[in-house]
Each structure stands twice: as structure tokens, then as C-alpha cells.
């Protein structure tokens, strides 16, 4: 299955700790990319790769993949990561890409 | 830096359709594809389609195949999407974005098409 399950909504307290998850078959073969999209703003590249930061991207955001799961986690969550967060990949077989269903962070 | 600016606001009538512009700057135009993602009100992204910029090669969602499509004009550096026989379902806001295959990387601002009678 080409399909990304994430969870609806996680909350984290000011400066704890929170991982995001992104659980799908293809993450066995592909590594996952990470959006972050704020309220009334298109998306961004946060994370790519295996644990690749773009640019300009802090570094309290990493990422992590174990089996069919990827992981985003952020130490020490700030009041301006409140946001959704996608998970997404290319599946290069069928030559399409496919987005979680979004987790919304509240701090 | 590379830039994604695209075109404005749309509102069409069902069975319509629309053609939205996405205009590269800041890098060689063939050098990477461009896909277009679009974000249907309160929901998640959903992907439409890919363009090789400098093929042309195209690939669509399943979903949408038959009533979308995607070219470049290289002369000036712009994708354009076209969505054919508008419903309802399809009022969303459509990004186009610079695919790198790993990610994609920057986003345009996004086109905001309303479909109503």
C-alpha cells in the first residue's frame, strides 16, 4: 500500500519534547519528507532524506525512520511550531507522490 | 533564491475550466520538475500531478487523470495547470512546487480557485 496513516492531532507542552509520526509499507523502501504548514500559509520543507535539514530550518527538528514508520521530533517545541505537519514521499515505481492525512500540533 | 509565484484568485462555474500559472525564477528552468498539490477547505494535501521541466514528461493522480493537465513554456519559465469540467470538490487552493524528487522545495503561494454556481 502506497497509503500514509498519521495521527489526527498531538499537543506538547512549551519546551517538552514531541514526536510526529508517519507509519506506511512504502517507508520500508523510501524515506519520508516533512512539511510544515502554518495557519493561512503554504507549506515548507522541514526534513528530508534520511535526518537532512534544509537551510534556515532550526535544529530542534529531526527526523528519524524505523521500519514502516518515520518519525519528526522536535526538542523543545516553541510556541511558533503550532502548526500541521505532512508526511510525504515519491513512490519512483509508479512515479507519484502520496501525503499523510496531517497532524496538527498544538503547544 | 529560487521563486514560485503563481497566478491569482479564480472563481468558475461547475462544468468550467481553469488554468492556473506557476513562474520559476532564481534557477535554470529544465533543471528540476515542478508538482502541483492542492488543499481542498479544513483538509490535507492532496497530489495532482508532475512535470519534467525539461522533458515534459507528465504523471497525474489517478483520481484526476482524464480531466487534468500540465505543460511548460520554457520561454518563460512558467508550468501551467489546467483542470477540465470543474465540480465542486475541486474548490481547494493549488500550490505548485519545485520537485527535487527527495522533497519538494519551495512552495508557490498558492492559488485559491472556488468552483460555484
Known amino acids: 500500500s502506497s497509503e500514509l496513516t498519521q495521527d489526527p492531532a498531538v499537543s506538547v507542552v512549551l519546551g517538552q519534547t514531541v514526536s510526529i509520526t508517519c507509519q506506511g509499507d512504502s517507508l520500508r523502501n523510501y524515506f519520508a519528507s516533512w512539511y510544515q504548514q502554518k495557519s493561512g500559509q503554504a507549506p515548507i520543507l522541514l526534513m528530508y532524506?534520511?535526518?537532512n535539514r534544509p537551510s534556515g530550518i532550526p535544529d530542534r527538528f529531526s527526523g528519524s525512520t524505523s521500519g514502516d514508520t518515520a518519525s519528526l521530533t522536535i526538542i523543545g517545541a516553541q510556541a511558533e511550531d503550532e502548526a500541521d505537519y505532512y508526511c510525504g514521499f515519491r513512490d519512483k515505481s509508479r512515479n507519484y507522490r502520496v501525503f499523510g492525512g496531517g497532524t496538527r500540533l498544538t503547544v | 533564491q529560487v521563486q514560485l509565484v503563481q497566478s491569482g484568485t479564480e472563481m468558475k462555474m461547475p462544468g468550467a475550466s481553469v488554468n492556473v500559472s506557476c513562474k520559476v525564477s532564481?534557477?535554470?528552468?529544465?533543471?528540476?520538475?515542478i508538482t502541483w498539490v492542492r488543499q481542498a477547505p479544513g483538509q490535507g494535501l492532496e497530489w495532482i500531478g508532475w512535470i519534467s521541466a525539461n522533458t515534459a514528461k507528465t504523471n497525474y493522480s489517478p483520481k484526476l487523470r482524464g480531466r487534468v493537465s500540465v505543460n511548460t513554456d520554457r520561454s518563460t519559465s512558467t508550468v501551467h495547470l489546467e483542470l477540465r469540467n470543474l465540480i465542486s470538490d475541486d474548490t481547494a487552493i493549488y500550490y505548485c512546487?519545485?520537485?527535487?524528487?527527495?522533497?519538494?522545495?519551495?512552495w508557490g503561494q498558492g492559488t485559491l480557485v472556488t468552483v460555484s454556481s
Open positions: 512546487a519545485r520537485d527535487m524528487g527527495d522533497r519538494i522545495d519551495p
Open positions: 532564481g534557477q535554470i528552468f529544465s533543471l528540476y520538475g
Open positions: 532524506g534520511k535526518n
